[in-house]
């Protein structure tokens, strides 16, 4: 009679299948790590990518920052050679700027006062000269102020001076004058005269 050990082929085929369960676990393992690999690669790749992308985009921000400073460099030097091209066609316009201020000056000037010193430079101009009193003074400054062809007019010193025996009021003025006053009077067709009433530059005496 033949006996079959069922028990010892019943142990092997056990042992191989934990062999089998082992090996597909370990290769499960593998392959989990292999796709994490993977995936993690890409995400660094991804990330390596969007900070070469930064990178680019900061240095790209930066070179337009620069040109966007020299465009309002720009901006600023052409606004600045306007503004004096509009001086010089203002300028070209009322040649007789100086005569028609000078006539300006020259009608405004009371009786009791006289000027022993115009200066001008640019638009800024200072007066000198001799009155019989403050109430005079006074007078010529809201005159001048009246014809809307000087602004800022300040009175910068005043003192009592002897004049050939007679007490007067020596008085320094200080304003600004707009060239382009001169062209509304040349279209208003006010012409000035050639003599300034009123105004010496010699010796008050004279």
């Given at each position: 009679m033949i006996r079959i050990n069922l028990l010892s082929d019943r142990e092997a085929i056990?042992?191989?299948n934990s062999r089998q369960q082992v090996s597909?676990?370990?290769l499960s393992i593998c392959l989990l790590a292999v796709l994490l690999g993977g995936i993690?690669?890409?995400?660094?790749?991804?990330?390596?990518?969007?900070?070469?992308d930064i990178r680019y985009t900061d240095m790209a921000l930066?070179?337009?920052?620069?040109?966007?400073g020299e465009v309002e460099k720009y901006k600023?030097?052409?606004?600045e050679m306007e503004e004096k091209l509009q001086i010089i066609e203002v300028l070209k316009k009322g040649k007789l700027w100086v005569p028609r201020l000078l006539d300006k000056v020259g009608t405004t000037i009371p009786e009791k006062m006289w000027l022993s010193k115009v200066s001008l430079a640019a638009t800024s101009l200072g007066m000198e000269g001799y009155a019989i009193?403050?109430?005079?003074i006074a007078e010529?400054?809201?005159?001048?102020e009246q014809t809307n062809f000087f602004r800022n007019v300040e009175l910068r010193l005043t003192e009592k001076k002897?004049?050939?025996?007679?007490?007067?009021?020596?008085?320094?003025l200080a304003m600004m004058s707009d060239p382009a006053q001169a062209v509304l009077l040349a279209a208003a067709g006010n012409t000035p005269g050639s003599a300034i009433p009123g105004m010496k530059t010699n010796n008050p005496s004279n």
């Open positions: 056990r042992k191989e597909i676990f370990v993690h690669f890409t995400f660094y790749q991804k990330k390596r990518g969007l900070e070469e930066k070179d337009l920052q620069v040109k966007v600023v030097l052409k606004r009193d403050h109430e005079t010529f400054m809201k005159s001048l002897d004049v050939e025996g007679v007490g007067m009021k020596y008085f320094s």
